[in-house]
């Protein structure tokens, strides 16, 4: 190992430019939403209040030194895990009440709504990292029955809380799970035969559900659909036929007329009626508002956050701090594919919001949260005068 060199710790300045730049975007566009869906509070106003909590969470995280959550991951995953349960519990109930056939949200006083489930995703990337780097370092020699051994222990780690979530239902939020799975489970230097059926498999299968959906709809219809709760089947309808399934593919269609109007610099006139305007379809009222030239702008801008935050793993000293901002890139990544392919009516709609800009403190949180952990790797990383190990 090199000699470490003394070095001072500093904000990534870069980074929290461009978190400054979302907080701004956010409450601008969140100011169109308002005229779409006029409520009783003004969503740019507490959208605001909202950034001020999340600003102070990331200013506090990134000054906690990242190596104290391999010791600490286990408590986070537990308390998550136990949100989840007592959710499960309370549903139905004034605590936990029910909304558009889901229970995924505390009704808390003076706080108001709170998904825990948005920090749930947060520890796992803890949980995973902490397993991959303990894992790496007790099974230094790679052959297959090291890493598939490590995959049992990740999925040990996956499953208690898909299941609580499967109780809710959220689907959405099943997939970022599982997309945190997969990105860590990239970087984490099992072979790639076993990579290969991991990730294999379930594409071929799901290309084989797409093929078979518009070839012989009636095999599906009889073979799977009737196998799945009705909300989950309307979803498919209204992604794979929006136009023909009206009412299913209702918010697509909606999202798709706006971003049309939109052309190339925003449109003019009449506006389109956009459902949940300010949380799932946000990205819509940006590209009608303002153009193809605005979306593209934010896309952007996502790219150049994604891009700081891989650089900060790359020049890690630390594995931990790697796998810790690689699990982050992946959950923000996949959110924001999602998001922006639901608007388009690439992919079906599963409620996430655009990360940073869509209305919600729990969201809000919970993803300043995870970038103040990416921050952390930055501010507490070292540099060594002959080389740069990882531990």
């Known amino acids: ?156 780690v996956l499953i208690p809380p898909v299941l609580l979530l499967m109780r809710q239902p959220d689907m959405g939020m099943i997939m970022m799970m599982l997309a945190i799975f997969v990105g860590l489970v990239l970087v984490s230097g099992i072979a790639f035969r076993l990579l290969a059926v991991l990730f294999g498999v379930p594409v071929l299968l799901f290309s084989f559900f797409i093929f078979a959906f518009f070839r012989f709809p009636q095999l599906v219809e009889q073979y799977i659909f009737q196998h799945l709760p009705s909300y989950q089947v309307s979803r498919f309808y209204g992604w794979l036929n929006p136009l023909e399934y009206s009412d299913e593919g209702f918010q697509t269609a909606r999202a798709m007329s706006a971003l049309g109007s939109g052309r190339l610099t925003g449109s003019e006139g009449t506006s389109v009626y956009i459902p949940e305007a300010h949380t799932d379809f946000i990205f819509a009222v940006i590209g009608e508002e303002h153009g193809f030239i605005a979306a593209a702008l934010v896309i952007t801008l996502y790219f150049v956050l994604l891009y700081q935050m891989m650089m900060i793993a790359l020049r890690c000293h630390h594995r931990f701090g790697a796998y810790i901002c690689a699990g982050i890139i992946a959950m923000l990544a996949f959110q924001v594919f999602q998001n922006v392919g639901m608007n388009l009516g690439l992919l079906p709609v599963t409620g996430f919001t655009l990360p940073l800009i869509s209305y919600g403190g729990s969201s809000l949180l919970a993803t300043m949260l995870a970038i103040g952990l990416v921050l952390s790797v930055r501010y507490h990383s070292k540099s060594y005068f002959f080389e740069n190990p990882a531990k």
């Open 1 to 156: 190992m090199g000699l470490e060199k003394p070095v001072e710790k500093q904000y990534d300045i870069n980074l929290l430019f461009v978190l400054f730049l979302f907080a701004v975007i956010s409450c601008f566009y969140l100011y169109y939403a308002q005229q779409i869906h006029p409520e009783n509070f003004n969503f740019s106003l507490r959208q605001m209040f909202f950034y001020v909590l999340a600003f102070i969470t990331a200013f506090v995280i990134l000054h906690f030194d990242f190596e104290y959550y391999l010791f600490l991951h286990w408590f986070l995953y537990g308390a998550g895990l136990l949100m989840l349960v007592i959710l499960d519990v309370a549903a139905g109930s004034g605590f936990a009440p029910e909304r558009m056939g889901a229970t995924r949200w505390f009704d808390l006083p003076l706080i108001g709504n709170f998904q825990p489930s948005e920090f749930m995703k947060v520890f796992m990337v803890l949980t995973m990292s902490t397993l991959i780097y303990k894992h790496n370092q007790n099974y230094a020699i790679k052959v297959f029955k090291n890493d598939l051994w490590l995959v049992v222990k990740l999925l040990a």
